[in-house]
T-cell receptor, first 110, second 112 residues
Framework: QKEVEQNSGPLSVPEGAIASLNCTYSDRGSQSFFWYRQYSGKSPELIMS????GDKEDGRFTAQLNKASQYVSLLIRDSQPSDSATYLC??????????FGTGTRLQVFP | KAGVTQTPRYLIKTRGQQVTLSCSPI?????VSWYQQTPGQGLQFLFE???????NKGNFPGRFSGRQFSNSRSEMNVSTLELGDSALYLC???????????FGSGTQLSVL
């Protein structure tokens, strides 16, 4: 079992819709969770971090964490074509290694 | 505030050679992590340094090594290059361990 798993996609949503990106992880002791966005040919940039169960909102982005289910998700409201990118979930494993999923490619079409 | 700086941006080497990549973290950041990114495998963790000590290591062969200097700058070295080492090598820094990472632009290594 991979330590951090994501559906590779592509996830295609129309402009203005909600995009839902999901991630599961294997280490029950994980405490830090991050979502990064990576445009083609660019390096990853941080979108959200979340440390406690529940929801955390930042603008159009909402991160959701459920430690019991070992599940973290990212919702993007009012999706725009400029949101088209690969979204990487990152989780700290063994308390101090930040491990990335392989990413979900999101396509937002006009 | 300057971001994470990686040099060189592009590198072409042949099999059997060795290569050294450099990373300067954001000022005040003491943790530096290295990742290898390939289309098939995604971002693979190489190692992490904090205060000149390697704190964590990923599942890469001993040909991959690194170090961190007292000014937090870091280098990684790959010896006896193989074709499969062709990848984007990303360096990321954070203030402390387990905090959000800020990535450099990466070094694109091509092994011929």
């Amino acid at each position: 079992q991979k330590e951090v798993e994501q559906n590779s996609g592509p996830l295609s949503v129309p402009e203005g819709a909600i995009a839902s990106l999901n991630c599961t992880y294997s280490d029950r002791g994980s405490q830090s969770f991050f979502w990064y966005r990576q445009y083609s040919g660019k390096s990853p940039e941080l979108i959200m971090s979340i440390y406690s169960n529940g929801d955390k909102e930042d603008g159009r982005f909402t991160a959701q964490l459920n430690k019991a289910s070992q599940y973290v998700s990212l919702l993007i409201r009012d999706s725009q074509p400029s949101d088209s990118a690969t979204y990487l979930c990152a989780v700290n494993i063994d308390t101090d290694k930040l491990i990335f999923g392989t990413g979900t490619r999101l396509q937002v079409f006009p | 505030k300057a971001g994470v700086t990686q040099t060189p941006r592009y590198l072409i080497k042949t099999r059997g050679q060795q290569v050294t990549l450099s990373c300067s973290p954001i000022s005040g950041h003491r943790s530096v992590s290295w990742y290898q990114q390939t289309p098939g495998q995604g971002l693979q963790f190489l190692f992490e340094y904090f205060s000149e000590t390697q704190r964590n290591k990923g599942n890469f062969p001993g040909r991959f090594s690194g170090r961190q200097f007292s000014n937090s700058r870091s280098e990684m070295n790959v010896s006896t290059l193989e074709l499969g080492d062709s990848a984007l090598y990303l360096c990321a820094s954070s203030r402390q361990q387990n905090e959000k990472l800020f990535f450099g632009s990466g070094t694109q290594l091509s092994v011929l």
